[in-house]
């Protein structure tokens, strides 16, 4: 065994590093699930994260999605609880003890499922809430008692505000993707929870990156805190590869097609910055008889949890979202991560390349430059402290039989379907207002015969 590697030299006990599961002091039941997973060894967050919280300490541990975080703080906590695993039908024997808040519905779900995984040997129970939902299903769920709760900030304040929740039992909090957290404006959601705590408790807060305000808010949620990093402060994912095309907004769409068709890529996610962007290219996609889902905050629950799991089952080839839906997904072998458009914020440019290449695989992230994003990408550079040369587009592919596009395209369901008779928020904006954020699509279309935008496949 190593001796233990990043965690702050001030803070660091004499620990060493578990190169196996079984070094690590996890009860059978939890070993068992986590050999059915699959996994041979812990991942570095783990074996680093795992025997601090089973030591009891608070933890501001750095790592980037697909690290194995969620197993780092999932397995170490339930251990904790085995001692208050019971069969009992009594709600009163199943109080909440760990509250794992995430910022998004997908990541809240995305734990949840994690929990379940790592828990199915063990008779502790757990649940996710989030919003978006009826509260009804939720409330009756609490009520009958959890010891793990899963939580996005807004709806937890929901449930705990109308009681349907009593948090005074928590023992262990772990704030997930905490600086999405912040960036979300959940600050203020997040000091109320803590009313509703016990100050007694461990605390945990993982984040792709620490700044000022994560830095803040551990000092108000946190005692003595160990800080673990498992890479270097900000660092883009080691083993994606990172290619630039430098493309004009109105033929983003077709690099995109190219990219993905010419180097065989089996499914894609799709990054723009804004819900707009999102649907247009989302529909555009589709209109081309291409399986193209699209998932943004401005999806009902539903519409989301569909549009995911088609892409997690492989049955659609390109997701289109958002930088707040997409934030913490995982999906098992992602190859490829396209920014449509670049995001605003450089740390996202990371997160977002983050969803590739997870736990050691190799993953490709393409990045579809236009003049005006220039800026965004020199700003992106300097945050990753590495020139991102572009390189030109793959030639085309041989173009396909119009027959074909036209025999997929008939398969769509028709453009009256429910978003076009109701429009959601995102829906409305199909038109051609110019009062919204616009996009390169929201320009005359590559089809001027195109039909009105459908509604979302998925
Ligand atoms: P996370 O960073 O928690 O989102 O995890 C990313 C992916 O790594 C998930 O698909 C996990 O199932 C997987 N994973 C977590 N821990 C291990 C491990 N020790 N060995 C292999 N895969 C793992």
Same mark, same amino acid.
């Given at each position: ?91 009163? #024997?199943?109080? =909440?003890?760990? &509250? /794992?808040?995430? $910022?998004? *519905?997908? %990541? ?5 499922? !994690? @929990? ?26 609490? #009520?009958?008692? =959890?010891?793990? &709760? /899963?939580?996005? $900030?807004? *709806?937890? %304040? ?5 009681? !349907? @929740? ?48 994560? @830095? ?243």
């Amino acid at each position: 065994m190593d001796v233990i590697k990043g965690i702050t030299p001030e803070t660091t006990p004499a620990l060493e590093v578990a190169t196996n599961f079984d070094e690590l002091g996890l009860a059978a039941p939890i070993l068992a699930a986590v050999k059915e997973m699959g996994y041979k060894t812990p991942t570095p967050i783990q074996a680093q994260a795992i025997p601090l919280v089973l030591a009891g300490r608070d933890l501001m541990a750095q790592a980037q999605t697909g690290t194995g975080k969620t197993a780092a703080f999932v397995l170490p906590l339930l251990q904790k609880m085995v001692p208050h695993a019971n069969a009992s039908a009594s709600p009163a #024997r199943h109080p =909440v003890r760990a &509250l /794992v808040l995430a $910022p998004t *519905r997908e %990541l809240a779900i995305q734990v949840h499922e !994690s @929990v379940m995984d790592y828990n199915k040997h063990l008779p502790l129970r757990s649940t996710v809430v989030f919003g978006g939902v009826d509260m009804k299903v939720q409330q009756a769920d609490l #009520r009958s008692g =959890v010891e793990i &709760l /899963v939580a996005t $900030p807004g *709806r937890l %304040l929901d449930h705990a505000s109308s009681r !349907s @929740v009593l948090l005074s039992q928590v023992q262990f909090l772990v704030l997930d993707e905490a600086d999405r957290m912040l960036d979300m404006g959940f600050l203020p959601d997040l000091k109320r929870i803590l009313d509703f705590l016990p100050t007694q408790r461990q605390t945990l807060l993982f984040s792709a990156t620490f700044d000022d305000n994560i @830095v803040g808010l551990a000092r108000s949620f946190l005692q003595n805190p160990l800080k673990v990093e498992v890479a270097r402060r900000n660092p883009p994912a080691e083993n994606v590869e990172q290619l630039v095309h430098k493309v004009k907004e109105d033929d983003k769409l077709d690099a995109l097609i190219r990219v993905v068709k010419t180097r065989g890529i089996a499914q894609v996610l799709v990054f723009t910055r804004t819900k707009v962007c999102a649907d247009k290219v989302g529909h555009r996609l589709q209109k081309r008889g291409i399986q193209a889902a699209i998932i943004h905050g401005d999806k009902a629950q539903v519409e989301r949890f569909a549009a995911l799991e088609g892409f997690k089952q492989g049955k659609v080839q390109y997701l289109v979202a958002t930088d707040i839906a997409a934030r913490g997904l995982d999906i098992v072998e992602l190859p490829c991560v396209v920014n449509y458009e670049l995001p605003y914020a450089p740390e996202d440019y990371v997160h977002r390349i983050g969803r590739t290449g997870r736990a050691g695989a190799s993953g490709l992230a393409v990045s579809l430059v236009s003049p005006d994003e220039e800026r965004l990408l020199a700003g992106i550079e300097r945050f990753i402290k590495r020139d991102l040369n572009a390189s030109p587009l793959p030639e085309a592919a041989p173009p396909q039989p119009l027959r074909a596009v036209a025999t997929v395209a008939t398969v769509a369901p028709p453009a009256a379907s429910s978003a076009a008779a109701s429009p959601s928020p995102a829906g409305a904006r199909f038109g051609r207002s110019r009062a919204e954020p616009v996009c390169a699509l929201l320009q005359p279309p590559i089809h001027p015969a195109e039909p009105a935008i459908a509604a979302p496949q998925s």
